[in-house]
């Protein structure tokens, strides 16, 4: 993974220092609550219903064991013992003081890590498929690109005081994991003419309360022009976007305003004046960036050993965990583990400092010392011999993290909801778990298949509700807490938003709602057709009908 | 006098903000003095300007775009560029223009909600001077250049960004 030189080492350094003043101003009542919000913000640090709530920027989700030792140690030290994966691979503490805040960003520092820029109306963290580097079927590894992204947005003097938070994802999978197509923008590695690598970038995505696909504004552009492109897009962004209604100011609503089109007329002049000034890529910076993600020293070895095929056998806990946790490896005798954060009664994405130090073991153990964040708040081991799947299964069962329901409906992703955040208008971790308990037999589930169920306590949609197979939107209803549903939803390559079924539930309806929605999905699909292509086929109607049927 | 500091220095301020909301008499009442005009005013008044006996600069709100002062700019010694409110940051952006653009080489004046917190960034986009907010500590506001070391980017101040340095 990238290592950080002596520049990155300084510019960190001055941030704590920087941050650490700030604070101290505002507790001296020099800075007064308003000056001091954004500040605090770019730092991560949120005022929350119980607590600061503080944000840990991961860059493209990738920690190595080093990471995570410190991260358990925070979560211990400053913290209630855990921690909670967030929807954009990063990490977030619920219960740190603010007066420990800055002590908390030096440890970050010590070991290449901050909170910069993962709040406030700034570019936040680069996101990218969790596979990157491992996939079967990638056309070039992310990560040196969202690194090149990462240190031109961090600090970027120009554009820290934006009309609204800033999101860019970058794929470069066939299968998009990313949910690139609601991202501000959307960058894809594609193939252009000759062969040569580049990328089609999309623009005005986003989820929220008013959802859009991002559209595409360039279908290639040169590697060494990607922070230009960037630099472009974001200063016709900052300029022009909307400031007088922070529910119209993200680059959507700005795109949609002035039309693809226009607005890629605005973007092409300014390029102009930057496309090839001393922020073009050098060849030499890509290869620089790329040589941190290098592969790492992999052995040469079979597929299929017989040590796996023998416990496949004979275990069958082990066969259904390794039938949904683990995919494919671009290299011989390896395989892609995803170890599943959605145990039933502990809210999605939460992990224990415990269990942190487990992944740190466990990572040196069996997969180079390294994990990765994904963004339905799953943890991801890339590089696994297949001939120790078995021994990494059986240590994972020992840290309770071997849950076998990742990819089906139990693997909910879901904001922190009103049980936690100042924003929310309904809790949604009871949401998730009531349907958890619901669905609690895994033949069940394996037969119900590829689905997934996204949970949002509002409408800033941090649950991603909008692009669930099946979405849950958690709405105000005088002053009751109520469950939109919708249905369709995708944040694959072909992304689509989900359509809203009808009236609201309550929220004791809700399994019963979602178990009605999976009854028709059985009853209508044809063979191994997955929820949402039966979805696509039958429409919204046969689900509507039956839902509110039973509820008369 | 507001205060005016520059990336070194405290300064002395010669010159006066016109408000917003200024008609042209001001220039017969008031002869011999050092103005920042508002953009409009600039336009609206430009040959009570020509005749006006003391200096003449414009400053620029943050919902205006430079474009419009383009074929004047050269003959201008300041440009001021407002900042309605500190998280408005619309005016980063119009320094880039003017420098990058405009290839304009005289003095860019940030006024306004000027604060000790932004001034470094306010610095890397072509800002020369600022005339920070009347509760600020000039002394204090001068730390702020030195608030970092060195950044990634390619700036106004430092063109050559950090990966064609390291």
Redesign the interface.
């Known amino acids: 993974m990238y290592r950080y030189?002596g520049?990155d080492h300084?510019?960190l350094a001055?941030?704590v220092a920087?941050f650490r003043d700030?604070t101290n101003r505002y507790l001296d009542g020099k800075?007064s609550e308003s000056?001091f919000l954004?500040?605090r913000l770019q730092n991560g640090l949120y005022i929350q219903r119980l607590a600061p709530m503080l944000r840990i920027a991961v860059p493209y989700g990738m920690l190595s064991s080093l990471q995570l030792r410190k991260l358990a140690y925070i979560a211990n030290h400053y913290d209630k013992g855990y921690a909670h994966f967030t929807t954009r691979q990063n990490i977030q503490f619920n219960w740190p003081a603010l007066v420990d805040v800055p002590d908390l960003l030096a440890d970050l520092a010590d070991v290449e890590m901050h909170a910069i820029q993962t709040s406030g109306?700034c570019i936040r963290n680069t996101t990218t498929d969790q596979f990157a580097g491992a996939a079967v079927d990638e056309l070039e590894d992310s990560r040196a690109y969202c690194e090149?992204i990462r240190?031109?947005s961090?600090?970027?003097?120009?554009?820290?005081?934006?009309?609204r938070k800033f999101k860019i994802a970058v794929c470069g999978t066939v299968d998009d994991q990313a949910a690139t197509q609601v991202h501000d923008i959307g960058i894809y590695i594609v193939k252009g003419a000759n062969e040569e690598i580049g990328f089609r970038i999309l623009v005005g995505g986003g989820l929220g309360r008013t959802p859009v696909i991002g559209k595409e504004i360039f279908d290639f552009v040169e590697k060494k022009h990607l922070?230009t492109v960037l630099e472009a897009i974001l200063?016709v962004y900052?300029?022009e976007g909307r400031?007088d209604n922070k529910y119209k100011a993200r680059i959507k609503i700005l795109v949609k305003a002035t039309g693809v089109e226009e607005f890629k007329k605005k973007v092409l002049e300014e390029w102009a004046?930057?496309k090839d000034?001393?922020?073009t890529?050098?060849d030499e910076?890509i290869e620089?960036c790329q040589k941190f993600f290098d592969a790492p020293d992999y052995q040469e070895l079979g597929n299929s050993p017989a040590k796996l095929i023998d416990k496949l056998q004979s275990n069958l806990l082990f066969a259904a965990w390794h039938s949904q946790n683990v995919k494919p490896h671009k290299v011989t005798g390896y395989s892609i583990v995803t170890v599943c954060f959605k145990e039933t009664g502990v809210a999605p994405g939460d992990v224990t400092d415990r269990q942190l130090e487990h992944l740190a073991d466990l990572a040196d153990q069996y997969s180079f010392g390294e994990i990765r964040i994904s963004h339905k708040q799953n943890i991801v081991m890339a590089d696994v011999r297949q001939d120790q799947l078995f021994e990494l299964y059986k240590a994972l069962e020992t840290g309770a993290m071997a849950s076998h329901n990742l990819g089906l409906l139990t693997d909910v992703i879901c904001c922190p909801g009103g049980d936690f955040c100042a924003l929310a208008n309904a809790k949604s971790i009871p949401i998730a778990e009531s349907i958890q308990r619901k669905f609690n037999d895994h033949e069940e589930l394996t037969n119900i298949g590829e689905i997934n169920l996204n949970i949002s306590g509002c409408m800033n949609a941090c649950g991603h509700h909008h692009v669930g197979n099946i979405g849950i939107l958690g709405v105000d209803k005088k002053g009751e807490e109520y469950y939109q549903v919708s249905l369709g939803g995708s944040s694959k390559n072909n992304a689509s938003l989900g359509k809203i079924i009808g009236p609201s539930f309550a929220q004791e309806e809700i399994p019963g709602v979602v178990e009605t929605i999976v009854g028709v999905y059985k009853d209508k699909r044809s063979g191994d057709e997955k929820f949402i292509d039966t979805f696509n086929r039958i429409g919204l109607d046969p689900f509507k009908e039956k839902v509110y049927a039973k509820a008369d | 006098m507001p205060k005016l500091i520059s990336k070194d220095a405290v300064l002395d301020n010669p010159w006066t903000v016109m408000k917003a909301s200024t008609g042209p008499e001001i220039l017969q009442a008031v002869p011999g003095k050092n103005f920042i005009v508002p953009l409009q005013f600039w336009t609206l008044y430009s040959e009570e300007l020509n005749d006006y006996d003391g200096s003449i600069a414009v400053w620029i709100d943050s919902d205006e775009s430079p474009e419009k002062i383009a074929d004047a700019l050269h003959s201008l010694p300041l440009i001021a560029l407002n900042f309605p409110v500190f998280s408005d940051g619309r005016s980063y952006t119009n320094a880039r223009e003017l420098r990058q653009r405009y290839a304009y080489k005289g003095e860019i004046r940030a006024i306004g909600d000027v604060l000790r917190d932004q001034l470094y960034y306010m610095a890397q986009c072509g800002f020369d001077s600022f005339e920070i907010r009347h509760d600020q500590e000039a002394e204090l506001c001068l730390e702020a250049f030195k608030d970092f070391k060195t950044g990634y980017q390619s700036t106004i101040a430092e063109p050559t960004p950090l990966f064609r340095r390291r």
């Not at chain 1, 961090?154 to 009309?163: I, K, N, Q, V, W």
């Open positions: 030189d520049y300084q510019m001055d941030r920087q700030q800075l000056e954004p500040l109306n090149i240190q031109w961090s600090f970027h003097p120009e554009f820290a005081y934006l009309p922070l200063r900052n300029r400031r004046l930057v000034s001393s922020l890529l050098t910076e620089r």
